[in-house]
């Protein structure tokens, strides 16, 4: 487990100075184009609609059969019948539509969806995404997100640039099984947000107060910042 | 009951709570089986069923949360095996066995551990997995109403694997909130086709019926 | 075309003691069991509906999206969105629905389908089937034969027993390109009813006033008749 | 028409007139094309485009019924390439194009001369035909009813290719006898969800609206 030695308590004692998942979720929802279709996995890719102003007309698709979902007003009382794919309740907004399965994965796997927002366990320099396992720390299982992420137009990952403790997350080689290989745009995590082109990652932006060096001691590939 | 035996492949619908096919599997539960293989998309709503031992295998795509211990030691001490299938083949692969086609050709799963003893095929030089057909000898499923040949109608998100499976299976059992005359579900808002179903049972506790 | 030698003018001189086409409609419609759902090709199966009796219950599938389809009443006016496979408008009982062409196909190559009946060109030893040709005589195209051949529980073919210049259409190998390979259980034609197991085929009945000979003679393989 | 280009593939929805998208194509034959691919279920509407000299190939499962001497004519005389694909197979390679599969696995054609050059796999056992998905650049397609994201519903037998058409294509262009607000298409009866659309036209004559 070579990237153990990787643990940087440095960067977690000034996490006051890196985004919050807030942050990251509302960064990631001001790079979300209006009349962009949005499939949005679970972990802070479910705080971005919430960024999402009212004026900006943006979609978002659930994997159970559902384009247009909205969350539920305060008023609504909810319906068992109408969840996201986390299965909380949710509401449908004026426009929105509902499906079975097999014709919500035609949309997914048939490029129709403009944006994935997924969360992950390890992103390579190649752009494999891990964001399940099946050892004794089992998260959920594979769910529709293989299908999510081979088959969106762009792949967004919104999450902490390391572990609880400091491990590597962005890696030469993904250690967990893929959930699918040489997927992943871009990455925004509490550090920077940094988007691939093939093997090459740059560095959009850096959180405040976060520096070059600290960014790269944190990740397993080389990262390049413009002009740098 | 009448359809189930022991040993039998039961596909069963819903997304979590919606359009699950509650009464159907507590039914099921009542009866008792052996060696039953469960396909639904998630197994958290079998704890009942595999505790008691009436399960072998379960094929689904996202078996439970992370903070299912309980349903993990179940599945574990009863000795289930979990086949996951990513969702989106899980569905085709049904919809694939009901429409008389000979599986799946996709690029899910390439490069992963799901691409395992899979057949590839090159179509105009790109490479797809061969996802076999899945079949099922009988398919619970739930709908907002039905009427006596089978057509079904779901509300919300209820719809999800419910057509697919009613497809995929030799036989197939629909629990509705309501059991309407012929002609009361439009004909352009039927979900499930009646073709696909053999039999309709109503609910006894319509809990989740709405003004629709 | 070694067929041609076996025009028998004989039996179309006898015409009045066969089955019109009428009959072979009527004959089929009292084959078919309350509950089953069954396509219907055109040409003379399109005259099976009719004499179905009211109270039972035979539910009518078409390729274009129908299952439950009626003839338009007299007081109804057609609506120019709801046709049958041929084009012709028509009605939709209670209890039916629609569907786009996708699952139309689902149903019929699925199995689902519990009788086919359609009419054909040629029809082989084996079960073979020809219903359509690219010659001069063009007869439309392959449409959704192929699928509802290939895909329906029991597949029976409705149709004269030989063409208007008396030419055998029940033949060793068919000539014209095949719809599906080995697939037809019945024929009903204006002379007999025939039913295939493998290569053998029996005679269920014959139409009044023809013999054995005759319909030995009109038809190019052998055919079983019980006792003789 | 800006979408419209020399040499492209466009789907055209309908089933003889059903769900036929009349002023579309009427405003294809006024704009004038060279070399246009047109997959459709009939081939019998487009005899203006043919005569035009339009069309160079065109892909359907049905052409023209045995009376139409001379349509056949004009597709003789125009030198237009008529390319048969059996009706099932056609819908499932127009669904397998929008849905991202490689294809479709099919016995539909074993046997007969449409397995001629295809590739073909053997799944558990038993032989399927490989047929290609079949893409378009544009669809053209009919609805009784649309909204401004493209939402579209249809009556009776209306639906049937448009739904597979505008999946398959990359650009998709309907018309509607009725463009209605958001969300006067109710969720639950949207045939064509409008992620699936791409523009939405008003007919002129909406000749065949009904009460609905």
């Given at each position: 487990m070579q990237w153990f030695s990787a643990m940087m308590p440095g960067i977690r004692r000034n996490i006051d100075l890196a985004w919050t998942r807030n942050e990251i979720a509302a960064r990631v929802a001001s790079d979300i184009p209006s009349g962009w279709v949005v499939n949005i996995g679970v972990g802070i890719p479910?705080?971005?609609?919430?960024?999402?102003?009212?004026e900006r007309e943006v979609l978002f698709q659930s994997e159970n059969g559902i384009l247009g979902m909205v969350e539920l007003g305060p008023q609504e009382s909810p319906d068992p019948e109408l969840v996201d794919a986390g299965k909380r309740p949710i509401a449908v907004r004026p426009g929105g539509c509902f499906f079975e399965s097999s014709l919500s994965f035609s949309m997914i796997r048939g490029g129709h969806i403009d944006l994935g927002v997924v969360g992950a366990l390890q992103i390579s320099r190649a752009g494999d995404i891990a964001?399940?396992?099946?050892?004794?720390?089992?998260?959920?299982?594979?769910g529709g997100a293989a299908d999510v992420c081979s088959g969106v137009r762009n792949l967004w990952v919104a999450m902490?640039?390391?572990?609880?403790?400091?491990?590597?997350?962005?890696?030469?080689?993904?250690?967990?099984?893929?959930?699918?290989?040489?997927?992943?745009d871009r990455v925004y995590s509490d550090l920077a947000v940094l988007e691939r082109n093939g093997d090459d990652w740059h560095v959009i932006s850096l959180a405040p107060g976060v520096t070059v060096a600290q960014a790269r001691r944190v990740t397993g590939f080389p990262i390049e910042v413009e002009g740098r | 009951m009448s359809y189930v035996r022991d040993a039998i492949t039961i596909a069963i619908g819903g997304f979590g709570g919606a359009g699950f096919p509650e009464e159907l599997v507590s039914a099921l539960e009542k009866r008792g089986c052996r060696d039953l293989v469960i396909v639904s998309n998630?197994?958290?709503?079998f704890e009942n069923l595999i505790n008691s031992g009436a399960v072998s295998r379960i094929i689904c795509?996202?078996?439970?949360?992370?903070?299912?211990v309980t349903l993990r030691k179940s599945i574990e001490d009863a000795g289930v095996e979990l086949q996951l299938i990513p969702q989106g083949t899980l569905s085709e692969c049904l919809r694939a066995a009901g429409s008389g086609l000979g599986g799946v050709l996709t690029r899910?799963?390439?490069?992963?551990?799901?691409?395992?003893d899979h057949q590839v095929v090159n179509v105009d030089g790109t490479d797809f997995l061969v996802e076999p057909p899945l079949t099922a000898d009988l398919a619970f499923v739930h709908a907002e109403r039905a009427d006596r040949w089978g057509n079904l109608s779901m509300r919300g998100t209820a719809r999800n694997f419910n057509l697919v499976m009613a497809m995929a299976a030799a036989t197939t059992v629909a629990e509705a909130n309501q059991v309407v005359?012929?002609?009361?579900?439009?004909p352009d808002r039927c979900?499930?086709?009646?073709?696909?179903?053999d039999a309709v049972v109503q609910c006894n506790d319509a809990r989740d019926s709405k003004e629709y």
């Open positions: 479910t705080l971005v609609p919430e960024f999402i102003p009212n964001n399940w396992r099946t050892d004794e720390k089992m998260i959920g299982g594979i902490l640039h390391t572990t609880d403790i400091g491990e590597h997350k962005l890696l030469e080689k993904c250690s967990y099984p893929l959930t699918a290989a040489g997927v992943v | 998630n197994a958290s709503r795509s996202f078996p439970f949360g992370g903070a299912s899910v799963g390439l490069g992963t551990s799901f691409a395992k005359e012929l002609g009361q579900i439009s979900d499930v086709p009646g073709i696909f179903v």
